[in-house]
């Protein structure tokens, strides 16, 4: 009889490859507003598909075996300080309080919320 194995499954650090579904639709619906001569919604919509095109490629989430770190691109070997609240954007798993995908049939956002803020 063999027992099973005395080594446990170290997990790897998964990073996501960036989406651009989004940002492209909003960009999208810029033109075709812009072609309608719907200005507001042109820019509007242009502006965050523009800016929701820079963010996905610069900022990285890294989900690591304990701990989730958002990294800007280019800078994945340094630590950088989260402007708002100080200290290292990460956080461990153990630290979360309650998350959320926001929009469940079509999630663009993630919500979460840790016990201890740096």
């Known amino acids: 009889s063999s027992k099973g194995s005395s080594t446990a499954t170290r997990r790897q650090t998964v ?3 960036p989406s651009f ?4 639709g909003l960009l999208a619906i810029a033109g075709f507003s ?4 719907v200005t507001p919604l ?7 598909g523009a800016l929701l095109t820079f963010q996905a490629t610069r900022v ?4 690591e075996p304990d701990a989730l770190e958002v990294v800007i691109a280019g ?3 340094q630590e ?10 990460r956080w461990r798993y153990d630290t979360f309080i309650n998350w959320e995908l926001w929009w469940p049939g079509f999630p663009i956002l993630v919500y979460f919320k840790v016990w201890e803020s740096h």
Request: aromatic content about 12%; overall charge negative.
């Open 80 to 89: 950088t300080e989260n402007a708002f609240v100080g200290g290292r954007n």
């Open 21 to 24: 579904n989004v940002p492209l």
């Open 60 to 63: 990285k989430f890294q989900f």
């Open 15 to 17: 990073v996501p490859e």
């Open 42 to 48: 042109a820019v509007v919509a242009g502006l965050l």
């Open 75 to 77: 800078k994945e070997n």
């Open 34 to 37: 812009a072609y309608e001569g």
